[in-house]
């Protein structure tokens, strides 16, 4: 036997952390086959020979649970090393790319274009995060350069013609680099653009300060400011997002209540399941399974009865715990996916209130989009969900298992912690991730039977949860500074345009206001009224329709003009008196000629006043009715060519 002694403590490690079944003799297996491939003993395995013993079973396509728990368990035992990775999957992960690596990964054939670019990269490399780093290098190399290169071969200078710039932007607005949705039109081109206009003003401004390395590179941007504001898109973008907040916000308690009940029954068919020995048969909710064969205790498979197919109540438990955890946390605390991923037992911390001395508990959310930690209060709802994680996760033990979590947008594995959110899964406790939070959100959906108008399944994505409780948040009165600061906003417009207005929010909000004021207000101002005051305001009414149109004086105010109606700027007139007008300043200016053939000079001066009033209306009463009137578009006549005459 090879290295009796290694396989001895390697046997009796497994004993103590409760690695049992066929999953122990799996591992035990790889251990054995690298040490038959590689001889020596266990103790002088290595990362690589793990890493290559991997692969080599991934081409032989054997089963992938064995090879990732021989590597825990070596982690476990200290055999890798003190600097191993925590996990095998951080061993074989290539990790964070160099800047070089990122440009040559799109095949730029320019020379100059490559080292400029990876010159500009490495500067902003400081300043940005390894997913902002690797977005603005598709954009620039895919998006940009890779594009021209495509469509202008020998192209060497991005000093682009008028021509060359427009048909770019033009290409632009459809989507040809990915498979998937090739040939789909670009949503937001705005941020192509506006990162494009970004790198050639970056480039301007260090031709600026350092004209020996960066003078060459200072050329108009064929790029203006007012391409890279998308305000239509934007608006559309918004009331979309606000729909789909309106249609789903109504149907939340359905969705919570159907993961509770997904819970329970799980929980009730795993308990029956493990009650009855193997092999025999069992009723749960009407349906009729046999119990598979093996240890009770472990992961409890069954048969159905009618249809034969193979179900696994142990992992169905699992996945509708998780999904009423994930939904239930989401739904209270807002906060995004990946911070629910980031959840750890250190994120509970207690607040004391200066003002009484209560003791508070907090959750603390580690930096994320924002690079900012933020802390959120534990209401008793959400506490108890935490609590019940928590329970589930230590499983008995003292603390909570220690495990490693990768994170998709760096490209690194995160130290050793006890994360709330991870599943025991082949005998090895492992950090969850996104596709299991949108399986698990799915699975509950789809028990739901909830349905969008058009009667497709509804489908719920974590960020709804997020701009659900932002719409909640505000809608109950928290201020929206308040609110941002919970969801971990820089800009309180970002948490506006996460909260969806219902109609009547508005009606009621204006109600509000109106009470608000009217309670500012002196009470005698709203006392009821009497009902001669009220037939004085109604008469004002009738007072107001004269002659030649309607007097607009308000009411209680009064008549300057001294019933000099033609006078008086506030008549509004009728454009149907326009006769009647005329036949007015006629009679004036007769009046006129009347009064200085008799030499009555007096009169003069108050008639001349009234005509030039009487001019003034008449002049009015035509804007309006050339305002109002219908205009002929000049419309072609097809009656002649239907072969009618009228």
Request: charge should be positive.
């Amino acid at each position: 036997m090879i290295d009796p002694g290694g396989f001895a403590r390697l046997e009796a490690h497994c004993e103590k952390t409760d690695r049992t079944g066929q999953h122990r003799a799996g591992a035990l297996n790889c251990v054995a086959m690298i040490l038959l491939n590689k001889g020596g003993r266990i103790a002088d395995i290595t990362v690589d020979d793990c890493v290559e013993f991997a692969a080599a079973m991934r081409v032989s396509h054997r089963a992938a649970r064995h090879v990732t728990l021989f590597y825990t368990l070596l982690f476990e035992m200290g055999i890798l090393g003190d600097d191993a990775p925590p996990t095998l999957a951080a061993a074989r992960a290539p990790g964070q790319r160099t800047v070089q690596q990122m440009v040559d990964s799109y095949n730029i054939v320019s020379p100059r274009v490559r080292e400029l670019l990876i010159a500009y990269f490495t500067i902003r490399k400081p300043e940005l995060d390894y997913a902002s780093l690797r977005g603005l290098a598709t954009v620039l190399c895919l998006n940009y350069w890779r594009d021209l290169e495509k469509h202008h071969p020998g192209i060497d200078s991005i000093d682009l013609a008028p021509e060359v710039a427009a048909a770019w932007k033009h290409r632009l607005k459809t989507i040809r680099e990915s498979k998937q949705r090739q040939g789909q039109k670009r949503e937001k081109p705005e941020r192509i653009l506006l990162a494009v206009r970004a790198f050639y003003l970056d480039l301007a401004q260090w031709a600026v300060t350092d004209p020996a390395r960066w003078g060459p590179w200072g050329v108009p941007c064929p790029i203006r400011a007012n391409e890279c504001v998308g305000t239509k898109r934007e608006r559309a973008s918004k009331a979309r997002m606000h729909q789909r907040t309106r249609q789903r916000a109504p149907v939340l308690p359905t969705l919570v209540a159907t993961a509770e009940r997904l819970r329970k029954e799980a929980v009730a068919r795993l308990e029956v399941a493990r009650a009855v020995a193997p092999r025999e048969h069992f009723t749960v909710d009407g349906e009729t399974f046999i119990r598979s064969g093996g240890d009770i205790t472990k992961t409890t498979f069954v048969y159905d009865a009618e249809t034969g197919r193979r179900r696994n109540f142990g992992l169905e438990e699992d996945e509708a715990f998780w999904g009423w955890a994930i939904i239930e946390v989401l739904r209270h605390t807002g906060i995004r996916v990946k911070e629910l991923m980031e959840l750890t037992r250190h994120s509970f911390v207690a607040d004391t209130l200066p003002s009484t001395g209560e003791v508070v508990p907090m959750l603390q959310i580690a930096p994320s989009k924002t690079d900012r930690e933020r802390l959120i209060l534990v209401s008793p709802e959400l506490g108890d969900v935490l609590a019940t994680i928590i329970h589930r996760v230590r499983n008995g033990k003292a603390v909570l298992p220690l495990v490693s979590r990768y994170d998709h947008h760096e490209h690194i594995h995160s130290p050793l912690l006890p994360f709330l959110f991870q599943r025991r899964i082949y005998m090895q406790n492992s950090a969850t991730n996104r596709n299991f939070v949108a399986r698990c959100i799915d699975n509950v959906l789809l028990a739901s039977g909830l349905t969008d108008a058009s009667g497709e399944p509804l489908r719920f994505t974590p960020h709804d949860f997020r701009r659900i409780f932002a719409t909640d948040a505000i809608r109950t009165g928290l201020p929206p500074h308040i609110a941002a600061k919970i969801l971990g906003h820089t800009d309180v417009n970002t948490t506006m345009r996460y909260a969806a207005i219902y109609s009547d929010d508005v009606i009621a909000h204006h109600r509000a206001f109106i009470a608000r004021r009217r309670a500012q207000r002196p009470g005698a101002e709203y006392r009821d009224l009497t009902p001669e005051e009220w037939q004085e305001f109604l008469g004002h009414f009738e007072l107001r329709k004269l002659e030649l149109g309607i007097y607009t004086r308000d009411f209680g105010s009064p008549c300057v003009h001294e019933h000099a109606c033609i006078r008086c700027p506030a008549l509004r007139p009728d454009p149907a008196q326009a006769p009647r007008l005329r036949e007015i300043i006629a009679n004036l200016q007769s009046r006129v000629d009347e009064a200085r053939q008799q030499g009555r000079l007096g009169e003069i001066a108050g008639l001349e006043v009234s005509l030039a009033a009487a001019n003034d209306k008449l002049t009015a009463m035509n804007r309006l009715t050339e305002r109002h009137g219908l205009v002929h578009l000049g419309m072609p006549d097809f009656r002649s060519a239907a072969g009618r005459s009228s």
